[in-house]
Nanobody, 116 residues
Framework: QVQLVESGGGLVQAGGSLTLACTAS????????LGWFRQAPGKEREFVAA????????VYTDSVKGRFTISRDNAKNTVSLQMNSLKPEDTGVYYC?????????WGQGTQVTVSS
């Protein structure tokens, strides 16, 4: 049974920090690229950050570059997203993602709310 479970969401004031974690089970985690996406009310889900299991290369959407850091813990099948200098526009449901050339898995999401 495939599972991706996010944790660490919550309410934080603008300028604050929050760290999200996603723990995976039920598939060969090391074979998949990993990522974080988010969805604000009334908007489509958007890409936030990604990391590979090989070299560990990372990529970020421009709006979070320099503020967010994606990382992995292969021994624990976990991918994390450290978020600093949070802004109200960062508010949304954050989802972790794992994919290869043929399959894509999604977690249930965790709510992040950044107040003014």
């Amino acid at each position: 049974q495939v599972q991706l479970v996010e944790s660490g969401g919550g309410l934080v004031q603008a300028g604050g920090s929050l760290t999200l974690a996603c723990t995976a089970s039920g598939f060969i985690f090391s074979n998949y690229g990993l990522g974080w996406f988010r969805q604000a009310p009334g908007k489509e889900r958007e890409f936030v950050a990604a990391i590979t299991w090989g070299r560990g290369d990372v990529v970020y959407t421009d709006s979070v570059k320099g503020r967010f850091t994606i990382s992995r813990d292969n021994a624990k099948n976990t991918v994390s997203l450290q978020m600093n200098s949070l802004k109200p526009e960062d508010t949304g449901v954050y989802y972790c993602n794992a994919q290869d050339s043929s399959r894509t898995y999604w977690g249930q999401g965790t709510q992040v709310t950044v107040s003014s």
